[in-house]
């Protein structure tokens, strides 16, 4: 106890003892004492508090205590941060004859992963008492002994240490022997007993005498020893040991036979006198006494067990020589036998508190795993290195000692390695060196870093019009390369507007397989194209998304028959009249039948046809047959009837083919009777047709730059569609049909193509979207070639 106040080398020393404290706790280790023996429940240290750690925290944070052999003599009280003896300490029997004996502890907190290594000390206290090897002693003196001999004890042995274990020795009182106690150089007592006077067996055949060893323990201990002396006839001449004692160094794991060392002592009497035994000590232990053998003739002491450094690195072997004189004399020598280790022993490795598994977006210097080596040879033989298997993204880091830690050493990317097999590998610093491995699986989790993908950012898809409500137009499919929920894609569509309508009207996608559906019939007339892009999103948090976009062309189908332009004023119930007088030749143009169509190409290209009169009766009329002219085939005469009515059949090209059918009233007059008819006649056939030739020029320039854009636009499609693999859906390949010359007309195939369309389920057809016509030239009449031309609605509406 000390006072703060009045005391200033007692502030000086409590200043040094916090500074010392806060060193050891900076540097990772901590040092306690605890006397051996001590009782459950005593107090060694806080160890919490010198850790620097809040009691609070000790339970969240995993708090525990780890030894590699004496985990249950220590443990913490985790209420009050407190660490306490929980099982007897037996100083001895951790250390034996050690003069330093520590339990080292490691206490490992989580969150972060925290290792503090703690050392106590255990300390000796006087529970040993001295023993000697026997009990008994006997010993054989002849009568003829010196005063001053001595003969060799062996002396008591106290498991403790330091003061505990010096030892002082007493002996009875007796007018014939005192004790004798010497330390050579070796730190070696040597006990002895000594002659003080000569002895007379016919007096005192036997002494009995009693050996007391005390220790320097508080309180003292002791034991004792009897000897019983048997007093022998004359033998003069003990043997004498050329040196007493031997020093001698031997490999570990000698093999058996191999020769330790050959003792030797000679006796100076003769005869039977001389003849010498060697034998190890009467006091000698088993252990000793397994490993070594000795013969008794010529004094080789040789191998004979297993001789292991790590179990004991030195042996102290007592020989005695005794002659075959009666009585028998004997002299002692001391083998000092020093191990030399070698390396022999692998590394051992423990791998404990693994962090698995491991974010792949964990930050550098993450700890996973805790590491200690350990290697049962001494010296270079026990120095220890690890490594780890090269071209991982992680490290070993030293820590403390043979302890290390495995973390984190650069990024990981769950979708290039989604685990690791490491070898950790201890190898020591002997020659040859040994090594040791254990494995660590690491495995990489998942997080959502990566956002799902199309295999292209747009793709096109061909539908027939008319198609039926719900049917499948075409799937998207999108890869995430992540896994678990955050790989599980879900399709939505990325909502607009198409016109005045919202895009769902139109279309929609299955959440889970990525199916388009056409949701209502489509009208090419209406909408041509319908451009709108679909959306994948993955079930990670946060999710993540990208976008493809799908173009659809509709294609057409004859779903439009021709129809009739509006005839002009003069018409009866929608029929054309017209006056023409009978002077006129053939090759005279009397009026023109004018009809388009919705639809396009074959589906929208228009011929004519005149019906045959009834009855049979030839007419002198005929029409053009893409013109739509009527004209004369002949000079009028006064044959023909005055009145005429000409049926013209309009048709497309489409399969099957849809028809019109206009009516043309011609009423044959005198030139005389109807001039004004006539200029009224010529004056409306002029005029139109001169508007019609500027009309069908521009029309015929318009069908030219749209055949060639198509013709384009279908090129780069195929060309794309080579490069690319085919997308999934409800469309498949069709054969292009070649169109000859016929009476119909003639046309071009410039190049085959072979176009994907969806029509409901129908399996997949061909549709010629690329075309340029020949038309094939009319009958010439005398005054002129047949004008031609063809009507076509080339409106187009895009989305």
Not at 223 to 251: C, H, M, S, W
Request: proline residues 5%.
């Amino acid at each position: 106890m000390f006072s703060w106040r009045e005391d200033p080398g007692a502030q000086c020393l409590l200043l040094s003892l916090l500074l010392l404290t806060a060193w050891e706790v900076g540097s990772g280790q901590l040092h306690y004492s605890v006397s051996e023996e001590a009782k459950h429940g005593t107090f060694v240290g806080r160890i919490a508090q010198d850790l620097g750690l809040e009691l609070a925290e000790l339970v969240p944070r995993l708090f525990r205590v780890a030894s590699k052999t004496h985990g249950d003599l220590l443990e913490v009280n985790l209420q009050n941060g407190i660490l306490f003896v929980n099982s007897r300490i037996d100083r001895e029997e951790l250390c034996g004859w050690s003069s330093e004996c520590s339990i080292h502890l490691e206490v490992i907190v989580d969150r972060p992963l925290q290792v503090f290594h703690v050392d106590v000390e255990v300390k000796d206290i006087n529970d040993n008492a001295p023993v000697f090897p026997m009990a008994v002693k006997n010993l054989f003196i002849s009568e003829s002994r010196q005063p001053g001999s001595r003969f060799s004890l062996e002396g008591a042995s106290d498991a403790d240490i330091g003061t505990n274990s010096l030892l002082t020795y007493s002996l009875d009182s007796t007018e014939y022997f005192t004790l004798n106690v010497k330390r050579n150089d070796e730190e070696i007592k040597s006990l002895g007993l000594v002659l003080k006077k000569n002895l007379n067996r016919e007096d005192t055949p036997k002494h009995y005498l009693l050996i007391t060893a005390i220790d320097g323990g508080k309180p003292e201990l002791t034991g004792t020893t009897q000897l019983k002396i048997t007093v022998l006839d004359v033998n003069d001449n003990a043997p004498a040991f050329e040196r007493t004692i031997y020093k001698v160094r031997l490999f570990e794991n000698a093999p058996n036979s191999t020769l330790v060392v050959t003792v030797n002592a000679t006796d100076l009497d003769e005869g039977v006198n001389k003849d010498i035994v060697y034998s190890f000590n009467t006091d000698m232990s088993t252990d000793i006494l397994s490993k070594f053998h000795l013969d008794p003739v010529n004094g080789q002491i040789s191998v004979k067990g297993n001789i292991d450094f790590e179990e004991s690195k030195s042996y102290e072997i007592h020989v005695e020589a005794t002659d075959k004189g009666n009585p028998p004399m004997s002299d002692h020598c001391t083998v000092l036998l020093e191990i030399v280790d070698i390396n022999d022993n692998l590394p051992e490795l423990v791998i404990k508190s693994l962090s698995l598994p491991v974010l792949e977006d964990s930050p550098l210097s993450t700890v996973i795993a805790l590491i200690s080596v350990s290697d049962r040879d001494s010296g270079v033989n026990g120095e220890i290195t690890c490594s780890l298997t090269p071209h991982v993204p992680f490290k070993l880091v030293s820590t403390y000692k043979n302890y290390y830690s495995l973390v984190l050493d650069s990024a990981l990317d769950r979708e290039s390695v989604s685990a690791y097999e490491l070898v950790v590998t201890a190898r020591d610093g002997g020659s040859p060196s040994l090594w040791a491995t254990a494995s660590v699986s690491v495995e990489v989790a998942d997080v959502n870093d990566n956002a799902p993908a199309f295999a292209q950012s747009e793709y096109t898809v061909f539908v027939r019009e008319n198609n039926p409500p719900g049917c499948h137009i075409f799937t998207v499919s999108a890869r995430d390369a992540d896994a678990q929920e955050n790989a599980l894609v879900s399709y939505s569509l990325v909502e607009r507007r198409v016109g005045e309508r919202a895009l769902s009207s139109y279309v929609s996608v299955h959440a889970e397989s990525g199916k388009v559906y056409a949701l209502q019939p489509l009208d090419r007339e209406e909408l041509e194209l319908l451009q709108f892009q679909v959306n994948a999103r993955d079930a990670g948090v946060p999710p993540l998304g990208s976008n493809v976009t799908l173009q659809v062309f509709v294609l057409d189908e004859n779903d439009n028959a021709p129809a009739l332009l509006t005839p002009r004023v003069g018409g009866i119930g929608g029929a054309v009249s017209e006056l023409v007088p009978r002077s006129v030749g053939a090759g005279h143009v009397v009026a023109k039948v004018r009809a388009v169509d919705a639809d396009s190409g074959y589906n929208a290209w228009l011929s004519y046809e005149l019906q045959p009169g009834t009855g049979g009766a030839r007419i002198p009329f005929r029409v053009g047959l893409y013109t739509g002219e009527i004209s004369t085939t002949r000079a009028l005469d006064e044959v023909d009837a005055a009145r005429h009515r000409l049926l013209v059949l309009v048709k497309d090209h489409g399969e099957p083919s849809l028809t019109a059918t206009a009516t043309v009233l011609v009423s044959l007059v005198e030139s005389g009777q109807a001039p004004k008819a006539s200029s009224r006649a010529s004056a409306g056939a002029t005029s139109p047709e001169a508007a019609l030739v500027d009309v069908n020029v521009y029309l015929i320039i318009a069908i030219c730059a749209v055949s060639s854009l198509l013709v384009l636009t279908l090129l780069l499609y195929t060309a794309l569609r080579c490069s690319a693999p085919p997308p999934e859906g409800a469309c498949g390949p069709g054969k292009p049909t070649l169109v000859c010359s016929s009476a119909m007309g003639s046309w071009s195939y410039s190049q085959q193509r072979q176009q994907r369309v969806c029509s409901g389920e129908e399996l997949p057809k061909t549709d010629l979207m690329a075309f340029s016509p020949s038309l094939p030239p009319c009958p010439i009449s005398r005054d002129r070639e047949e004008k031609q031309d063809v009507d076509v609605d080339h409106s187009v509406k895009i989305y």
